[in-house]
């Protein structure tokens, strides 16, 4: 099956500084790529689609200038959390999309704010 | 949108016995309903889906079943195992591909010796 490479694995930050998600495609081009959030012990919440080439789509309640999603390239999607705090910390997950059988995530970035 | 609700939110069975979670989903354009086993710390994995043109699908001891006039569908897993102990999500997308998903809650499933 296709590949999705998400880096890092997990992060701690210090409170008022920014971080940085990457996710890759290794072997398909992704079109479209998913990012959600799930905090401990809860669902997959679905924050944004990226679409290669154009602005995402935030789900409702989802700040867009708190959370920037770059697609800037069909194989690099990049979710960057902006001036966190521990309220944002979470497990950040990337699905590529575009139209496969099923769904190809990454393997999560747990984000702990200190 | 869509809204899935699951049930039940933890569920203990011993080995060897049979676990069913069952799912509802709101919006009636949905159209591919995937199952997903999370251990802690790691991605979801895909344990089996269906699509809206069938009612019922197996793979081994995993199967799930599809009532598209109730919009609900469940898991059934048989002859349980410790190593499926886990939680498990189901899930709903209207596009018939895995794209957009909509996620259940989530049930923890205990299977003991």
């Known amino acids: 099956g296709a590949v999705v490479s998400q880096h890092p694995s997990w992060v701690i930050c210090k409170s008022g500084t920014s971080v940085k998600i990457e996710c890759r495609s290794l072997?398909?081009?992704?079109?479209?790529m998913f990012w959600y959030r799930q905090f401990p012990k809860q669902s997959l919440m679905l924050m944004a689609t990226?679409?290669?080439?154009?602005?995402?789509?935030?789900e409702q309640g989802v700040e867009k200038d708190k959370f920037l999603i770059n697609h800037a390239s069909l194989t690099l999607s990049t979710l960057t959390v902006t001036s966190a705090h521990p309220e944002d910390s979470s497990f950040y997950i990337c699905s590529a999309g575009g139209g496969f059988t099923e769904a190809f995530f990454g393997q999560g970035t747990r984000l702990t704010v200190v | 949108g869509e809204n899935v609700e699951q049930h039940p939110s933890t569920l203990s069975v011993q080995e060897g016995d049979s676990a069913v979670i069952k799912c509802t989903y709101s919006?009636?354009?949905?159209?591919?309903f995937p199952w997903y086993k999370q251990e802690l710390g790691k991605r979801p994995q895909l344990i089996i889906d269906?699509?809206?043109?069938?009612g019922e699908k197996k793979d081994q001891r995993i199967a799930v079943t599809l009532n598209k006039t109730a919009k609900h569908f469940s898991l059934h897993i048989t002859e349980t195992q410790p190593e499926d102990s886990a939680v498990y999500f189901c899930a709903a997308s209207p596009t018939g591909t895995a794209s957009k998903l909509t996620f259940g809650t989530g049930t923890r499933l205990q299977v003991t010796l």
């Open positions: 269906i699509r809206s043109n069938v």
């Open positions: 072997d398909f081009q992704a079109t479209t």
């Open positions: 990226s679409n290669e080439g154009s602005k995402a789509t935030y």
């Open positions: 919006d009636s354009a949905s159209n591919y």
